[in-house]
């Protein structure tokens, strides 16, 4: 499956951006999808994941009650709402999948797309 990233840029601090996530490639709705975020200088780690179903969502304690991640298997896209911006969610945050059914919480994703840049000023 191949996997494009998009809308990331600058934001102000509070502020709120959308990411999208475009699946190509295979069948979409097989696939859990995760995003995941690296800062400079600091390993890759887990954000927030959806089940193929779209029935069960996850997130990392840093992101709870700000970010929303969500799935539109008419469009293959899913997406993540992020909402209440923080200077130290600056980093390159990846969409990835991966063939299991469950939400997966881990970095341990089997396609990665490329990566787009969220940069939040303070």
């Known amino acids: 499956v191949q996997l494009q990233a998009s809308g990331g840029g600058l934001v102000q601090a509070g502020g709120s951006l959308r990411l999208s996530c475009a699946a190509s490639?295979?069948?979409?709705?097989?696939?859990?999808m995760g995003w995941l975020r690296q800062a400079p200088g600091k390993e890759r780690e887990f954000v927030a994941g959806?089940?193929?179903?779209?029935?069960?969502?996850h997130y990392a304690d840093s992101v709870k009650g700000r970010f929303a991640t969500s799935r539109d298997s008419a469009k293959n896209t899913v997406y993540l709402q992020m909402n209440s911006l923080k200077p130290e969610d600056t980093a390159v945050y990846y969409c990835?999948?991966?063939?299991?059914?469950?939400?997966?919480?881990?970095?341990?994703?089997?396609?990665w797309g490329q990566g787009t840049l969220v940069t939040v000023s303070s």
């Open positions: 990835a999948a991966k063939n299991a059914p469950w939400v997966v919480i881990t970095t341990q994703y089997t396609y």
């Open positions: 490639g295979r069948t979409f709705s097989s696939y859990a």
């Open positions: 959806i089940s193929w179903s779209g029935g069960s969502t």
